[in-house]
């Protein structure tokens, strides 16, 4: 089981055109059904994958934030949009539209099934929102100094990544708050947007194509894809840092090849 390689239309950025829960994936519309359909042919059997606009965009990843319960979308979001997500989502899926001045919701929250990071600006009723809708509890939060904890950060309920500069002390923080374990690391050969870059589960992952060997081997072991394939239960339990079976110094030597990667 691997972390797949994909493109949209020569973007890299697929975090931007896609976005990915235990209950479903969105895929912005594209001119051909390349995208689409790397997409359907790892996912099919386990959950749906949904042609989606938001306000007419094809950044589905960046407008919008969701888990297995439900999906929060911002304001532009058509009627006609709102309606077609409704009626092609799991029914136990709740599609909320939201007022949230920073509409770029994939860029200023991100979240796996029990917790999100938020903007440290966000809406007090988008706050309350989220954890109605998506069940989750909400943390305001910066990663690595930066307030786009969207862009800059990707985990799931197994675990994550945060932006390549986050200290130790950062580190130790955000992951015994999310109770998952974290590495800071880059995306598609050296880039620290890892929400724009990469899409993941807690069974599988997807990246941008020019992503290295290394950087997938240490998406692989943070998000323990490998080990997962038994596991598709949209149910599993969270597990804590000390329940995961990576080593921290398989993390680290990927890491540094990672980094010699970058610099040759």
Known sequence: KMATRCNFENSNEIGVFAALTNSYCLTGISGSENFYSVFQSELQNDIPVIHATIGGCRFVGRTTVGNKRGLLVPSTTTDIELQHLRN???DAVVVQRTEERLSAL???IVCNDHVALAHPDLDRETEDVLTDVLGVEVFRQTVGGQALVGSYSKFTNRGGMVHPKTTAEDLQELSSLLQVPLVAG??????????GGLVAND???FCGLDTTGTEISVVESIFQIQQNTANRHPNSKQQN???NQLGPSSIVTDMRSSLIDQLS
């Open 106 to 108: 994939g860029n200023i």
């Open 88 to 90: 092609s989502l799991p």
């Open 186 to 195: 880059t995306i598609n050969r050296g880039s620290d947007v890892l929400g």
């Open 203 to 205: 069974w599988t992952a």
């Open 241 to 243: 840092s000390n329940g």
